[in-house]
């Protein structure tokens, strides 16, 4: 499963170093997150879902389609 969470990120011209701050994780273990190296916390991946305001759906590949239902 490939995760948006980079290309979200980027959208938002966010660094690392910010989303990890928000999620109260080092920086180093997000960069893992979005590299595939490490699964993502589910409490993690709800929040990053609410954070940018979309589905989970979306955020995980699973559509294309960004709307939170």
């Known amino acids: 499963m490939k995760l948006r969470i980079r290309d ?3 959208d938002n011209d966010l660094t690392q170093q910010e ?3 928000y999620l109260h994780c080092d920086q180093s273990l997000y960069s893992k ?4 190296e490490r ?3 589910l409490d993690y991946f709800i929040k990053l879902g609410q954070y940018y305001k979309v589905s989970l759906d979306y955020l ?4 294309d389609h960004k709307e939170v239902k």
């Open 60 to 63: 995980a590949g699973l559509t």
């Open 33 to 36: 997150y979005e590299r595939g």
């Open 39 to 41: 699964d993502l916390p």
């Open 19 to 21: 989303v990890a701050a």
């Open 8 to 10: 979200l990120r980027e």
